[in-house]
């Protein structure tokens, strides 16, 4: 507790740090007193409260709850997240966005700049969607065509808005802003989770002793993810000796460090927008709600868990192989004079690096398949689906990533300015998950 205290205490101390906590607090109150301002001419009153499942489900937990409220920060960083994976596919894909992404900081400005345009775009698009199927009728209160064309202004200002603000907690304050501000959308759901699990477990059955097994399981569960996350496999490289003048370079051993889950949470979330497919053509189309795909409107079947699995496992190999690239690292390692021990340089390394890759990825995809379908299971145990989504999935792995990632950059400054780090031994290395435009602005 006294080791506690005295961190505080020195990261206080250290005016700079200081001023960015404070200021992305206060950002981040900003941001969660605006999302719940409802959309102009909507009566609030007249809204469906229930919870959103599925990619809604995901969508609304991302936006904080702003989604189910039809606030004007409805969309919130969804559309932001979508451009930024378009520019990094588009960054493997087309030979132009690959010149950008090596020109240094004017490239990485450049497509900063092609990512809110885009986000502009996709806004529109699903500002439109979103005001006609999660509005209704009833609840609007003045001229629908007026109110179509307001409300797609207003949602599009608002994402622009948010991220804005992320934009500015990354420069003036401390951790990566948009990751900051779905991380609070995220906890911002947990005091009334936790309330819910509480009364339903006084009320019915399980009692103290069923409450306390659950959150043991929830530590443990956050233990096995942080394990996951921080999971690498170091690669030595040893750097050739080279004498300029009288100084000597290299000639020290080094290593890469490969993630073992390498794709962070984008398996879980390209998985989950497949996965509402079936329920999207059982909507259209009611004929089909008595064939096998209503097994699929469940979360908690046997066939919908298997399938989410099966496709968080593909999803995680594509992601890294077009993440990850063995042959670019083997080419600078050449450039700058290393060389892994045993394996000549070139070609060889590649294949080394691919096949090190390949056998990583694996276990990481298996591990993150099983956090994915455990709130499924929690369920199944008998805990509330509300409780039950921050035992795994993407909220779990963002909360985690995120807070890492902070803690990482807060001992940074604590170090340089020659204090004690947040951890006894070692240090604490963040993550990113979520892509963006720019290594700089990377989401998760």
């Known amino acids: 507790m006294k080791k506690l205290f005295t961190t505080l205490s020195n990261i206080w101390k250290i005016e700079e740090?200081?001023?960015?906590?404070?200021?992305?607090?206060?950002?981040?109150?900003?941001?969660?007193?605006?999302?719940?301002?409802?959309?102009?001419?909507?009566?609030?009153?007249?809204?469906?409260?229930?919870?959103?499942?599925?990619?809604?489900?995901?969508?609304?937990?991302?936006?904080?709850?702003?989604?189910?409220?039809?606030?004007?920060?409805?969309?919130?960083?969804?559309?932001?997240?979508?451009?930024?994976i378009v520019v990094q596919l588009l960054g493997i894909a087309v030979p132009s966005f690959q010149k950008m992404q090596k020109e240094g900081e004017s490239g990485r400005n450049k497509l900063n700049q092609i990512t809110r345009y885009l986000t502009v775009a996709i806004t529109a698009v699903q500002a439109v969607g979103y005001i006609k199927t999660q509005v209704p009728v009833e609840a609007i209160l003045i001229?629908?065509?007026?109110?179509?064309?307001?409300?797609?202004?207003?949602?599009?200002?608002?994402?622009?808005?948010v991220m804005w603000l992320g934009e500015k907690i990354t420069d003036k304050g401390i951790g990566n802003g948009v990751s900051?501000?779905?991380?609070?959308?995220?906890?911002?759901?947990?005091?009334?989770?936790?309330?819910?699990?509480?009364?339903?477990?006084?009320?019915?059955?399980?009692?103290?002793?069923?409450?306390?097994?659950?959150?043991?399981?929830?530590?443990?569960?956050?233990?096995?993810?942080?394990?996951?996350?921080?999971g690498v496999r170091k690669v030595p490289v040893q750097y050739a000796k080279r004498i300029v003048g009288n100084r000597q370079f290299g000639g020290v051993r080094q290593y890469i460090p490969l993630k073992v889950n390498a794709a962070g949470v984008m398996p879980i979330i390209?998985?989950?927008?497949?996965?509402?497919?079936?329920?999207?053509?059982?909507?259209?189309?009611?004929?089909?709600?008595?064939?096998?795909?209503?097994?699929?409107?469940?979360?908690?079947?046997?066939?919908?868990?298997?399938?989410?699995?099966?496709?968080?496992?593909?999803?995680t190999f594509f992601y890294t192989a077009i993440t990850v690239n063995p042959t670019q690292m083997a080419d600078d390692m050449k450039k700058n004079g290393g060389f892994i021990p045993s394996v000549k340089p070139g070609l060889a390394t590649s294949s080394f690096i691919d096949d090190v890759i390949s056998k990583i990825t694996f276990p990481g995809s298996i591990f993150l398949a099983i956090i994915a379908i455990l709130p499924a299971i929690a369920v199944k145990f008998g805990i509330k689906s509300e409780f039950a989504h921050f035992y795994g999935g993407t909220s779990l792995l963002i909360l985690v990533g995120v807070v890492l990632d902070t803690l990482q950059q807060i001992e940074s400054y604590l170090l340089m300015r020659h204090y004690d780090g947040l951890m006894k031994t070692g240090r604490v290395t963040g993550r990113t998950g979520i892509p963006a435009a720019t290594g700089s602005n990377a989401v998760i």
């Open 17 to 84: 740090l200081r001023e960015r906590i404070v200021f992305t607090l206060i950002i981040l109150l900003v941001y969660r007193f605006v999302s719940h301002v409802v959309l102009p001419g909507v009566d609030a009153t007249a809204l469906d409260t229930n919870e959103q499942s599925g990619l809604l489900g995901l969508i609304d937990m991302f936006a904080g709850g702003s989604f189910s409220r039809v606030s004007i920060l409805a969309l919130g960083v969804m559309p932001y997240i979508s451009a930024s």
């Open 180 to 230: 900051l501000i779905i991380m609070v959308g995220i906890i911002a759901r947990l005091p009334m989770a936790l309330q819910q699990e509480i009364s339903s477990r006084f009320v019915g059955d399980g009692g103290l002793i069923g409450l306390v097994l659950e959150i043991v399981a929830l530590f443990a569960v956050v233990m096995f993810t942080i394990l996951i996350v921080q």
């Open 270 to 315: 390209f998985a989950q927008a497949l996965m509402f497919i079936p329920m999207t053509l059982t909507s259209f189309f009611p004929s089909l709600q008595n064939t096998w795909l209503i097994q699929f409107s469940d979360y908690t079947s046997l066939t919908y868990c298997l399938t989410f699995a099966f496709l968080i496992i593909a999803f």
């Open 143 to 161: 001229d629908r065509t007026l109110f179509y064309v307001l409300s797609t202004f207003v949602l599009a200002a608002g994402t622009l808005f």
